[in-house]
């Protein structure tokens, strides 16, 4: 089973930096996940058993959940985020949160990129089965 090795954590840490500075605590590490929180959001990252990485923002009042790297795919997408996700997942993802944090804790914007996903995906679900 894959996690973070220590060197994963190590490094984590310097890139982590940003969520004590915008007054998120780290409220749990294990071998397979990091949470921050504030009394609002949270921040989960998470190093699935297979090897890949994952970010999500939770907002706690509303109880919804958000990939960020859908919403970084969306952001990409429409123009409005320059860097494409080329692989090392985690690292990408937090640099993106830190570029975008204020559009990114906003549970108005984060429904809106979903909705903008289900509608990409559709789409080409739509535009593959066109072309069997």
Known sequence: MAGFTENDI?????????FSEKNYKLISQDNHSMLFSNEFIQFIIVKEHFGESNIFIKFLNENRTFGIGWISFIMYKNGQYEIEYKGNGIYYLLDFIKANFDKIIDINFCIKCMQEVEDFVKNELARKSSHS
């Open 10 to 18: 190590e490094k984590l840490q310097d890139y982590v930096k940003f």
